[in-house]
């Protein structure tokens, strides 16, 4: 591989600059994606809002980035990484902004959507931009160190925005974005080099699929607006129906767009020629859904039943955080020894007894004896499942395909929680202000965390029966991953 003129080694001071700027804007996306689950009961009582709000106050941010962040990326192929990951950040510091200011729900849920769209183009340029602009000898090691330390504030957001929650207001939890987008743009605008595929202009067509984004969006929203007013407005009623009709219609018009332009899509349908592709997104829908909803639901249901503080809270579901940071890798070294299915297949199980195990979880429970064994079982689980997913998403197709594939997991991950946030208060009987209610929330609870466990059995099904091991592109298994017995 041949190195960019610019490219940057890791021990130079453009290169940790380079590396902070993409490390803080990771750290704020990864921020509000944990903290704001936790804030939910305190900003549901100050906005007076309801089931449906606070499921859109998760989800109009999780369907923005969904939609988009294929989106994103592209653009930021073929206008400068730099650029685009600057205007993201600038985009969701004041989105954040517009969030910690708002006085009633619409004006939360329509700076929540204003904020992933910033997302979407924040994501994707943070990993972009340290592919482009190191060294290759160095790159492996900035991409790493990038991973490791977004983990660590993943981690940290529970315990920093339990205590924002607590010491001053759930406000401050999208506040606390600006000094960090301050020290992002400081060190993007210093050291992080510009850069963009030099065969943009060749291939715009192909790279700038603004429709197929917009019927993403379109289908992802009309089918989630369905599943969140049916509790409200009925099943049947004329907005709903409307809704899911808008939905499915446009699903069909994205992949038959897709289809007609070829390799020129967004998403190229030819990436779902391998079935191993295709089963591994559905299992990441599974999976992805499931810890969505089981952290949706326990958030609440720790404050709002158990009577726990924000910060306590947030810590609970940190030994989860910490499983996957120091397990993944471990994890992912033994896939590659005996193979995805194993391992795909015992990690949703063990992940469903943990949420079968919280079940038991009532009001003045223990968080030693009654929570911590159901969060470490789930982590676990979960351990087992995060790095061989990914690593086979992107051994299941040629490798020229490796940036939409990994995309479209990502995508595929983000959509399962949508879906999930969406679904379940309807399958459990959950509405209104049912959630402020001691007995309606814990019979929901309980129920989420039984739908939950069976959509991580279907996943540990599939797996079992249609995952392989991926094979390499002359159709043999791949040399890396072949198991010693040759099985």
Same mark, same amino acid.
């Given at each position: 591989?041949?190195?960019?003129?610019?490219?940057?080694?890791?021990?130079?001071?453009?290169?940790?600059?380079?590396?902070?700027?993409?490390?803080?804007?990771?750290?704020?996306?990864?921020?509000?994606?944990?903290?704001?689950?936790?804030?939910?009961?305190?900003?549901?009582?100050?906005?007076?809002?309801?089931?449906?709000?606070?499921?859109?106050?998760?989800?109009?941010?999780?369907?923005?980035?969904?939609?988009?962040?294929?989106?994103?990326?592209?653009?930021?192929?073929?206008?400068?990484?730099?650029?685009?990951?600057?205007?993201?950040?600038?985009?969701?510091?004041?989105?954040?902004?517009?969030?910690?200011?708002?006085?009633?729900?619409?004006?939360?849920?329509?700076?929540?959507?204003?904020?992933?769209?910033?997302?979407?183009?924040?994501?994707?340029?943070?990993?972009?931009?340290?592919?482009?602009?190191?060294?290759?000898?160095?790159?492996?090691?900035?991409?790493?160190?990038?991973?490791?330390?977004?983990?660590?504030?993943?981690?940290?957001?529970?315990?920093?925005?339990?205590?924002?929650?607590?010491?001053?207001?759930?406000?401050?939890?999208?506040?606390?974005?600006?000094?960090?987008?301050?020290?992002?743009?400081?060190?993007?605008?210093?050291?992080?080099?510009?850069?963009?595929?030099?065969?943009?202009?060749?291939?715009?067509?192909?790279?700038?699929?603004?429709?197929?984004?917009?019927?993403?969006?379109?289908?992802?929203?009309?089918?989630?607006?369905?599943?969140?007013?049916?509790?409200?407005?009925?099943?049947?009623?004329?907005?709903?129906?409307?809704?899911?009709? !808008? @939905?499915?219609?446009? =699903?069909?018009?994205?992949? /038959? #767009?897709? *289809?007609?332009? +070829?390799? &020129? $899509?967004?998403?190229?349908?030819?990436?779902?020629?391998?079935?191993?592709?295709?089963?591994?997104?559905?299992?990441?829908?599974?999976?992805?859904?499931?810890?969505?909803?089981?952290?949706?639901?326990?958030?609440?249901?720790?404050?709002?039943?158990?009577?726990?503080?924000?910060?306590?809270?947030?810590?609970?579901?940190?030994?989860?955080?910490?499983?996957?940071?120091?397990?993944?890798?471990?994890?992912?070294?033994?896939?590659?020894?005996?193979?995805?299915?194993?391992?795909?297949? !015992? @990690?949703?199980?063990? =992940?469903?007894?943990?949420? /079968? #195990?919280? *079940?038991?979880? +009532?009001? &003045? $429970?223990?968080?030693?004896?009654?929570?911590?064994?159901?969060?470490?079982?789930?982590?676990?689980?979960?351990?087992?499942?995060?790095?061989?997913?990914?690593?086979?998403?992107?051994?299941?197709?040629?490798?020229?395909?490796?940036?939409?594939?990994?995309?479209?997991?990502?995508?595929?991950?983000?959509?399962?929680?949508?879906?999930?946030?969406?679904?379940?208060?309807?399958?459990?009987?959950?509405?209104?202000?049912?959630?402020?209610?001691?007995?309606?929330?814990?019979?929901?609870?309980? @129920?989420?965390?039984?739908?939950?466990?069976?959509? /991580? #059995?279907?996943?540990?099904?599939?797996? &079992?029966?249609?995952?392989?091991?991926?094979?390499?592109?002359?159709?043999?298994?791949?040399?890396?991953?072949?198991?010693?017995?040759?099985?």
């Amino acid at each position: 591989m041949t190195a960019p003129a610019h490219a940057l080694r890791i021990r130079t001071t453009a290169g940790r600059g380079t590396l902070l700027a993409a490390i803080l804007a990771s750290g704020m996306v990864f921020l509000d994606s944990t903290v704001v689950n936790v804030a939910l009961p305190r900003l549901g009582a100050d906005l007076d809002a309801t089931v449906a709000g606070l499921q859109w106050t998760v989800n109009g941010y999780a369907l923005m980035l969904a939609a988009f962040v294929l989106l994103g990326g592209s653009l930021g192929d073929r206008f400068g990484r730099r650029r685009i990951f600057l205007i993201g950040v600038v985009w969701f510091a004041v989105a954040s902004v517009l969030c910690g200011l708002a006085q009633d729900t619409s004006q939360l849920i329509a700076a929540r959507f204003l904020q992933g769209a910033g997302g979407a183009l924040l994501t994707p340029g943070s990993l972009s931009v340290l592919q482009a602009s190191f060294h290759p000898d160095d790159r492996g090691r900035a991409i790493g160190t990038w991973s490791g330390l977004s983990g660590v504030s993943t981690a940290l957001g529970p315990f920093v925005g339990g205590w924002l929650i607590d010491a001053l207001s759930w406000r401050w939890i999208f506040f606390i974005n600006l000094p960090l987008a301050a020290g992002v743009l400081l060190a993007a605008v210093r050291w992080v080099p510009e850069s963009r595929d030099e065969n943009a202009s060749r291939t715009a067509g192909r790279r700038f699929d603004i429709a197929g984004a917009l019927l993403g969006a379109l289908a992802l929203g009309g089918l989630t607006y369905a599943l969140i007013d049916a509790p409200v407005r009925g099943p049947r009623s004329w907005s709903v129906l409307l809704a899911a009709a !808008v @939905g499915v219609l446009a =699903a069909v018009c994205f992949v /038959l #767009l897709e *289809r007609h332009r +070829g390799e &020129g $899509a967004m998403l190229p349908t030819t990436i779902f020629g391998s079935r191993l592709f295709s089963v591994l997104n559905v299992f990441t829908v599974l999976v992805y859904a499931a810890l969505s909803g089981f952290t949706f639901f326990l958030s609440v249901y720790l404050q709002n039943v158990v009577g726990w503080s924000a910060l306590r809270t947030g810590l609970a579901t940190v030994p989860m955080t910490v499983l996957l940071l120091l397990g993944s890798a471990r994890a992912g070294a033994l896939s590659a020894r005996i193979g995805p299915r194993p391992l795909l297949t !015992v @990690g949703p199980v063990v =992940a469903a007894g943990g949420l /079968l #195990l919280l *079940r038991r979880v +009532g009001p &003045g $429970a223990s968080y030693w004896f009654d929570v911590l064994p159901g969060v470490l079982l789930f982590g676990v689980g979960l351990t087992l499942v995060v790095a061989p997913l990914t690593a086979s998403v992107l051994a299941a197709v040629a490798d020229r395909f490796a940036g939409v594939a990994s995309g479209f997991n990502n995508a595929a991950s983000r959509t399962g929680g949508l879906l999930a946030v969406a679904a379940l208060p309807l399958l459990v009987g959950l509405s209104g202000t049912g959630y402020e209610q001691t007995a309606a929330l814990t019979d929901a609870f309980r @129920g989420a965390m039984t739908w939950c466990a069976g959509l /991580l #059995l279907g996943g540990a099904l599939l797996a &079992g029966l249609l995952v392989h091991r991926p094979a390499s592109p002359d159709g043999a298994p791949d040399r890396a991953a072949r198991p010693a017995t040759g099985g």
